[in-house]
T-cell receptor, first 109, second 115 residues
Framework: KQEVTQIPAALSVPEGENLVLNCSFT??????LQWFRQDPGKGLTSLLL?????REQTSGRLNASLDKSSGRSTLYIAASQPGDSATYLC????????FGDGTTLTVKP | NAGVTQTPKFQVLKTGQSMTLQCAQD?????MYWYRQDPGMGLRLIYY???????DKGEVPNGYNVSRLNKREFSLRLESAAPSQTSVYFC??????????????FGAGTRLSVL
């Protein structure tokens, strides 16, 4: 059974800092990995999707990497802003999706 | 383009009552999913439908039924609601055609309380 772990569970940083969120998974037989953002009381918004054959994807200040052999993905956020405050979830897709519990990020002005 | 639409947004039920959560997507996606999200337990898959006319159980199907009415709509039914079904329910869909492939799109969620 696939298990997805996200560390840390919560993170608080001052504005402008670069930061890394971690996602690990136990079964490397995946189709892709997707990072989401969830604001309080809202649904999930897709940020980046990395296919199993890819190593990384970039969108603006976000960069996601995937190391399938070690079962790890990271989400790098450059020059963090207060508007980045949210919960970030990773989901591993292998037919069905398995989600981590998320990292709640607070960026202080 | 509305994406994935869920109704209702909020619902309060008494134990034993029944209700149906509605989900519709306008992206011509084949696959649709129902999840529940609970504090400390993340998102868990209840049921999914890989294509019109097919449905399969996910991780936590007990107490729920689903119907894939057509390609657009995928409903979730609680026949006899229990307090343990208090949760936030999300519907999602995935498109396997076009670019980008395999991105999951989520609805805004239904907050359900069972008293």
């Amino acid at each position: 059974k696939q298990e997805v772990t996200q560390i840390p569970a919560a993170l608080s940083v001052p504005e402008g800092e670069n930061l890394v969120l971690n996602c690990s998974f136990t079964d490397s037989a995946i189709y892709n990995l997707q990072w989401f953002r969830q604001d309080p009381g809202k649904g999930l918004t897709s940020l980046l999707l990395i296919q199993s054959s890819q190593r990384e994807q970039t969108s603006g200040r976000l960069n996601a990497s995937l190391d399938k052999s070690s079962g790890r993905s990271t989400l790098y956020i450059a020059a963090s802003q207060p508007g980045d405050s949210a919960t970030y979830l990773c989901a591993v897709n292998a037919g069905k999706s398995t989600f981590g519990d998320g990292t709640t990020l607070t960026v202080k002005p | 383009n509305a994406g994935v639409t869920q109704t209702p947004k909020f619902q309060v039920l008494k134990t034993g009552q029944s209700m149906t959560l509605q989900c519709a997507q306008d992206m011509n996606h084949n696959s649709m999913y129902w999840y529940r999200q609970d504090p400390g337990m993340g998102l868990r898959l209840i049921y999914y439908s890989a294509s019109e006319g097919t449905t399969d159980k996910g991780e936590v199907p007990n107490g729920y039924n689903v119907s894939r009415l057509n390609k657009r709509e995928f409903s979730l039914r609680l026949e006899s609601a229990a307090p343990s079904q208090t949760s936030v329910y999300f519907c999602a869909s995935i498109g396997l055609e076009g670019l980008p492939k395999n991105i999951q799109y989520f609805g805004a969620g239904t907050r359900l309380s069972v008293l």
